[in-house]
Each structure stands twice: as structure tokens, then as C-alpha cells.
């Protein structure tokens, strides 16, 4: 699918990593951004997107976003917290929005979609993984919500010629990036440059991409991959430990602090403290980052410090 001269719905385009993508796609595409400002901010999306305030698990919203003239929904909004205190809610409002956009897709001829997954998928598997990995077992709410979601775009992939495009990510990061561990430690290092408390072991070790190189991704397999159902996984070849992203986050900001750490092997529950997946899929079609992991958080270290 080329990606020029179309009309797109970015659900949850305020956030993150959405408010990104909507950056490049304005330039060649009429972009209609959908978000309730739970995750992203106005202030984030491009001048030049229709910006509509709205909740996605509302069928009334979806309708009103997704009718015939539109050629794609980029559908990133999701309840994204790992170890939220409402987990049943997050199942069920996460599912509703895919459904709901799966469904007034079909209902009016829209048949292109793409969809933000994520490693935890996955759960504790041999490293590096790759996309055919099985048995999918995640170990966290929001792990099986995002599987429960890939189950909806293959069904409607397969059964009602959707094609869809699913990429499973690793930790994205790089400006706007909150609830992470990078801003947090800026943080906690500008409360307090002597100390730095660290979740679990600090050994934690896990792949790190920068939003820039996330977005180019997604846009050359969406051009270049046409398969009824196309499922990528999207990180580095590389790892960082915990340990190493607080050095690299001192060292940004020229303090010297002493580590504190609470204990255990995994920062909270539902944490996969060891993830690297295998890009060697998305490498076969012609596209592979330019940054190792450790880059990519040294980038988003200075971009961060600087933002916040």
C-alpha cells in the first residue's frame, strides 16, 4: 500500500509514538486523528491533522471517524499501563476499541489496517524471538489484551479481507515518551542527583528502539509487505540493561549517583525482565535500523532531558 494521496484515521494519534507517525503521514495524506487524551496531548499533533477529541469504545465516535472515503485506520490507542490496578477494565476497553474499529471497517468497505502490538505477546520466550514463535503465553493483562486484539485483526484478515499490517513492538522511546523508565530516571536525577532508586535488579535486559526508526519501519513494511496478514516484529539486534540506561541517563546529565534497587528479578508485576525479538523478518523485505539499543536510549536521554 503506497502511502501518499490517502485519507487515514490515527486512532489514538496524540500519543507517543502516534503523534510521531501522524507527523510524517500529514505530509502526503489527509490525517484524522481520534483520541481521548488519556495517553497523548493536543499540544503533540501536527498543525496540519484534523484533531477530533473522542473515546474510542464509543461505536458512536468510530462511526463518525471511519466512514467510506477513508483508505486506513492506524489504530494505536490502548489502556497501555503493564501492572494497572484495573485489569479487567483494560481487557475490556482494549478489545472494545479494536472491535469497534473492525467493525465499521467492514460494515463500510474500509479494508487496510494497521495495528500496535507489542513483545508481550510473548511472554518468557527464547531469545531472540521470532514472529512464529508458539505457544504465545503472555504473563500480564495487557500482553493478553494485545494478543486477544491480533486474534481480531487475523480474523477479520482472513475472513473478511482486511489486510492488515501488526507490529509487535520492543521498548520505543525518544521525545514525548512518559511511564518509562528514561524519564523516569531524568526525574528522579533532577529531584535528587545523589540517588537513584532502581525497580528489581537493574538487570533487567531489553531491547530499546527510537521512535524515528519505529516509524520509518512501520511505513516501509506497510508499503512493501502484501500479505492478507502481515505480523512484524519491531526492535533492535541489541540489548540494554537497566543498569546501563541509569549510566547513560547520569552521564547526560553530569551526576554521579548511587544505586538503590528494590529487589527481585522484574521491576513489577507482569515485567519480562529479559526481551530481544528477532527483526530478521522484517530485514528479509530490506529495512533494519541504523541504531544499536544503546543508542537509541543515549538519543532519548538527551532529547528527554532536554524536553522535560
Known sequence: MHLEGKRIVVAGGAGFIGSHLV????????????????????EWVHDDAELRDGDLTDEAVVADAVT?????????????????????????????????LLERMDAVGVDNVVFTSSSTVYGEAPRPTPEDYAPLEPIS????????????LSTYAHSH??????????????????????????????????????????????SYMHVSECVAA????VEHADGAHNVFNLGTRTTTSVDRIADIVADELGVDPEYEYTGGDRGWTGDVPRMRLSIDKLAALGWEPE????????QSARELIAEL
Open 23 to 42: 507527523e510524517e503521514l500529514v505530509a502526503d495524506n489527509d490525517v484524522v486523528v481520534v483520541d481521548d487524551f488519556s495517553n497523548g496531548r493536543a
Open 141 to 152: 493483562v495487557y500482553g493478553a489484551t494485545k494478543l486477544a486484539e491480533e486474534s481480531l
Open 161 to 206: 479481507d482486511v489486510q492488515s499490517w501488526v507490529f509487535r513492538f520492543a521498548n520505543i522511546v525518544g521525545p514525548r515518551l512518559r511511564g518509562a523508565v528514561i524519564p523516569d530516571f531524568v526525574e528522579k536525577l533532577r529531584d535528587d542527583p545523589t540517588s537513584l532508586t532502581i525497580l528489581g535488579d537493574g538487570r533487567q535486559q531489553k
Open 291 to 298: 541504531q544499536s539499543s544503546d543508542d537509541a536510549v543515549r
Open 218 to 221: 512501520m511505513q516501509y513494511a
Open 68 to 100: 467510506e472515503s477513508v483508505d486506513l485506520v492506524v489504530h494505536l490507542a490502548a489502556s497501555k499501563l503493564v501492572d494497572t490496578d484495573t485489569p479487567r477494565r483494560q481487557f475490556e476497553a482494549n478489545s472494545d476499541i479494536t472491535y469497534n
